[in-house]
């Protein structure tokens, strides 16, 4: 089991930045990859980043070049640097974690970009 606490979200202006927080706890070892996806008003959760143990690294090309995903390996936890935020990136994000093909979800954070 991993259990996944977010921390970060909130209401910023067009072109300004987020950094949002997943700290991960349990059975962080048998994790194989991390990120984040989100959820917009009327949209399906969508993939935002995603970091696999090995270091491979996928972003959603609507935020290519404007997200990164770090990681802090010692405190378990992984980021989401959110730069040039547009107000189109307003939606709840959710940290997700896969191990041995089960996939474990915080419980959300909302980030409101006003225009």
């Known amino acids: 089991q991993v259990q996944l606490v977010e921390s970060g979200g909130g209401l910023v202006q067009a072109g300004g930045s987020l950094r949002l927080s997943c700290a991960a706890s349990g059975s962080v070892f048998s994790i194989n990859a991390m990120g984040w996806y989100r959820q917009a008003p009327g949209k399906e959760r969508e993939l935002v980043a995603i970091r696999s143990n090995g270091g491979n690294i996928s972003y959603a090309g609507s935020v290519k070049g404007r997200f990164t995903i770090p990681r802090d390996r010692v405190k378990n936890t992984v980021y989401l640097q959110m730069n040039s935020l547009k107000p189109e990136d307003t939606a709840v994000y959710y940290c997700?974690?896969?191990?041995?093909?089960?996939?474990?979800w915080g419980q959300g954070t909302q980030v409101t970009v006003s225009s």
């Open positions: 997700n974690a896969v191990m041995m093909g089960d996939d474990y």
